[in-house]
């Protein structure tokens, strides 16, 4: 269920929005009679999601925490999933959504059905089918609302037996969504935060310059049993590429020093106040430009927009160095995507050779070129001889790519693991020296 302790941020980031839609900061909001109202009309919720914008920055902190333990989202507290059929009979009596109730219940019915022809006997199975078949609840389409409450009536107390019996308590979840403010993380404050279900710890990464800030968050979060972080990363602001690459390195190695699951979250900017940016997504950073916007997506487009903590993973989508690194967002579009393909069939390598092939100039002209990233055959064999061959590995496609055999890509893929240092970083490590 997503509720919210306060509206606002006593901050005044340049790159967000916050300030501008709620301007006034209210850092406590009662949650205890909204939670109750939703668990009575709904049924109790497992998880909760905060929505607040800095819950570090209230000054009533601490009572958010209490308020949210008396709710039953304390660290131990445990969920048991109530009774669905229940609930649903209920708002079908109310009448607020006749249609989607009704289709619950053939869903709610038909799941009990099925389970009760697999474990009960013929005739107990036939007795419900026969009730269920002659009020219409085999399907929705024949569903009527008095057949529902009818059968529900009829069956509602082994109904209810079967699904305390298959009911066990699980964890709770709490989500402050919108992250935590490290720069205001304290021991104190990090202790009253694990007193509940929080997972993730969200907690947001702006740029490099967070780095002290952030890391003291996270290993706070650690020695307080927060084991499961995430991170929202902004970039496409005032940061460099490097900048992101090194938020997103020391993030991996933050997981191998502290045991802790870190996910990072690439957040691109986008100036949503400035009417010339409104109906389009191209706003593109100082630091930035079309193709290292678009490598950066085409990484995060196949882990759902998440960077988690295997060190292989990541050192091959974003590289081992920087270097590699700053080749990776030049590289073409289709050599990323399918970036162990492309390495065994020799195209990034005749990529990298006719990289190596062009004069300063001509690199020059031809980054320039890739930098707009638009790649256009005309164009390119206007160009001269050695930047249009650089150029060409631009207009090959995914599908253009030969597939390695599973063999061979699993041994070139063990090799590469092998190549990717296990160890942390020096940065990291020394900032965690002086947290
Ligand atoms: S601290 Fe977070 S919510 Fe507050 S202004 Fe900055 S980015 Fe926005």
Redesign the pocket.
């Known amino acids: 269920m997503d509720m919210r302790h306060g509206v ?6 340049p ?5 501008i839609l709620e301007p006034e900061y209210r850092d406590f909001i009662p949650l205890k009679e909204r939670i109750e109202y939703t668990s009575k009309v709904f049924g109790e919720q497992r998880n909760l999601l905060l929505l607040d ?2 819950v570090f ?1 209230s000054a009533q902190f601490e009572k958010i925490i209490d308020d949210i333990k008396t709710c039953g989202f304390g660290r131990n507290d445990k969920y048991v999933r109530p009774n669905q059929l229940k609930i649903t009979v209920r708002q079908l009596k109310r009448g607020w959504n006749d249609r989607a109730y009704l289709r619950r219940i053939v869903r709610l019915l038909g799941e009990y059905k099925d389970w009760v022809e697999k474990h009960e006997s013929e005739e107990r199975f036939n007795y419900l089918y026969s009730l269920m078949s002659n009020n219409g609840l085999l399907h929705d389409y024949t569903a009527t609302k008095t057949g529902a409450l009818n059968v529900c009536k009829e069956i509602a107390k082994d109904y209810d037996a079967w699904h305390k019996r298959r009911t066990h308590p699980i964890v709770r979840i709490v989500d402050f969504n ?2 935590l ?1 490290a720069r205001l993380a304290t021991p104190e404050r990090m202790q009253k935060l694990s007193e509940i279900a929080i997972r993730p710890l969200r907690i ?1 990464f ?1 740029n490099w310059g967070y780095r002290k800030h952030y890391v003291r968050a996270i290993k706070l979060g650690a020695e307080n049993g927060i084991v499961f972080s995430s991170n929202y990363l902004l970039y496409n602001f005032k940061d460099t590429p490097e900048d992101l690459y090194n938020r997103l390195l020391i993030n991996i190695d933050l997981c191998d020093a502290l045991g802790v699951n870190i996910y990072s979250f690439p957040m691109k900017y986008h100036p949503i106040t400035n009417p010339d940016y409104f109906s389009n997504r191209d706003y593109i950073g100082e630091h930035w430009n079309r193709k290292f916007i678009r490598a950066i997506q085409s990484v995060l487009n196949s882990t759902h927009g998440k960077i988690g903590r295997c060190r292989t993973f990541f050192f091959k989508a974003f590289g081992r160095d920087l270097k590699e690194f700053k080749d990776l967002l030049y590289m073409p579009e289709a050599f990323i995507i399918r970036r162990w393909d492309a390495e065994i069939c020799g195209l990034k390598a005749e990529w990298l050779k006719a990289r190596k092939a062009m004069s300063a100039k001509e690199c020059e002209v031809a980054y320039n070129i890739v930098e707009k990233n638009v790649f256009e055959e005309d164009a390119i064999r206007k160009q001269s001889a050695r930047v249009a061959a650089f150029l060409s590995y631009y207009l090959i496609h995914e599908e253009d790519i030969p597939e390695a055999l599973d063999k061979v890509k699993a041994a070139y893929i063990a090799e590469f693991e092998a190549s990717c240092s296990s160890k942390v970083s020096d940065v990291c490590q020394e900032l965690l020296d002086q947290c």
């Open positions: 606002g941020c006593v901050n005044n980031c790159f967000c929005v916050v300030p914008n800095n920055a919108q992250g403010d947001a702006d």
